[in-house]
C-alpha cells in the first residue's frame, strides 16, 4: 500500500497493493494495523455503506456538523470524480477543494478526515462507491454545501445537468455553512 499526500492537509489518497495473474486479482481494501502504520491515523471504523448510482448522479457535498464523520472511500464498480471540500476553519486549506477519479480500475481510495464536506458524481454508465465511516450516520447534524458554489469552484466533469437530491439542491453556499473550528 502507496499512501500519497493531497494539496489538502490530513487528505489521503491511498493506492493498495494489487496482486494479479491470469486468474484475476488480489488486494487487501482495508487492514487496520498497515492503515495506521502508514498514515499515523488510528481510525475506528463504526459503519460500511454501500451507494449505487447511475451516470450523471451527483452526491453532495454532505458532512455531519456534530458526530463529524472520517471516510475512506472506493469504487467497486465504474467509475465517479470524487470531491473534497475542507470545512476546518483552523486548517491551512480551508474552504480549498481537491478531486480526483475513483474507479474499480484503478482502485484508488481516499481517506478523509472529519472535518471536510463529500461528495460525487458518476462518471461511468454506473457505480457503485463503498465507504466506511469513523461515526454512525446521524440525520439531524447532516449538512449539504451547494455543490456548485461559485466561491468554492470545484470543477465537475459533467455532460449537462447532474441528476440531484432534493437535499443535495438545497445545499447552502460555503459563506453560510457551518463549519469547524
Same mark, same amino acid.
Given at each position: 500500500m502507496k499512501i500519497h499526500a493531497t494539496p489538502? *492537509?490530513?487528505? &489521503?489518497?491511498? =493506492?493498495?497493493?494489487?496482486?494479479?495473474? *491470469? #486468474? !484475476?486479482?488480489?488486494? =487487501?481494501?482495508?487492514?487496520a494495523r498497515r492503515f495506521a502504520e502508514l498514515t499515523g491515523?488510528?481510525?475506528?471504523?463504526?459503519?460500511?455503506?454501500?451507494? #449505487?448510482? *447511475? /451516470? !450523471?448522479?451527483? #452526491?453532495?457535498?454532505h458532512y455531519q456538523i456534530q458526530q463529524p464523520q472520517g471516510k475512506l472511500v472506493r469504487v467497486t464498480a465504474g467509475a465517479i470524480f470524487d470531491a473534497v471540500l475542507d470545512l476546518r476553519k483552523s486548517s491551512p486549506t480551508f474552504g480549498r477543494w481537491y478531486?480526483? =477519479?475513483?474507479?474499480?480500475?484503478? /482502485? &484508488?481510495?481516499?481517506?478523509i478526515p472529519p472535518g471536510f464536506a463529500h461528495g460525487f458524481t458518476v462518471t461511468s454508465d454506473m457505480a457503485e462507491v463503498q465507504y466506511k465511516t469513523t461515526d454512525y450516520w446521524a440525520p439531524e447534524f447532516e449538512r449539504s454545501v451547494i455543490w456548485n458554489d461559485p466561491a468554492v469552484g470545484?470543477?465537475?466533469?459533467?455532460?449537462?445537468?447532474?441528476?440531484?437530491? *432534493?437535499?443535495? /439542491?438545497? !445545499?447552502?453556499?460555503l459563506a453560510q455553512a457551518e463549519t469547524f473550528p
Amino acid at each position: 500500500m502507496k499512501i500519497h499526500a493531497t494539496p489538502l *492537509a490530513g487528505l &489521503l489518497l491511498i =493506492e493498495p497493493t494489487v496482486f494479479g495473474d *491470469a #486468474r !484475476g486479482y488480489f488486494y =487487501e481494501s482495508f487492514n487496520a494495523r498497515r492503515f495506521a502504520e502508514l498514515t499515523g491515523v488510528q481510525a475506528g471504523f463504526v459503519q460500511d455503506n454501500h451507494s #449505487r448510482s *447511475a /451516470k !450523471g448522479v451527483l #452526491r453532495g457535498m454532505h458532512y455531519q456538523i456534530q458526530q463529524p464523520q472520517g471516510k475512506l472511500v472506493r469504487v467497486t464498480a465504474g467509475a465517479i470524480f470524487d470531491a473534497v471540500l475542507d470545512l476546518r476553519k483552523s486548517s491551512p486549506t480551508f474552504g480549498r477543494w481537491y478531486g480526483v =477519479e475513483l474507479s474499480a480500475d484503478n /482502485k &484508488l481510495q481516499l481517506w478523509i478526515p472529519p472535518g471536510f464536506a463529500h461528495g460525487f458524481t458518476v462518471t461511468s454508465d454506473m457505480a457503485e462507491v463503498q465507504y466506511k465511516t469513523t461515526d454512525y450516520w446521524a440525520p439531524e447534524f447532516e449538512r449539504s454545501v451547494i455543490w456548485n458554489d461559485p466561491a468554492v469552484g470545484i470543477v465537475w466533469p459533467l455532460d449537462g445537468e447532474p441528476l440531484l437530491s *432534493a437535499k443535495d /439542491k438545497g !445545499g447552502v453556499p460555503l459563506a453560510q455553512a457551518e463549519t469547524f473550528p
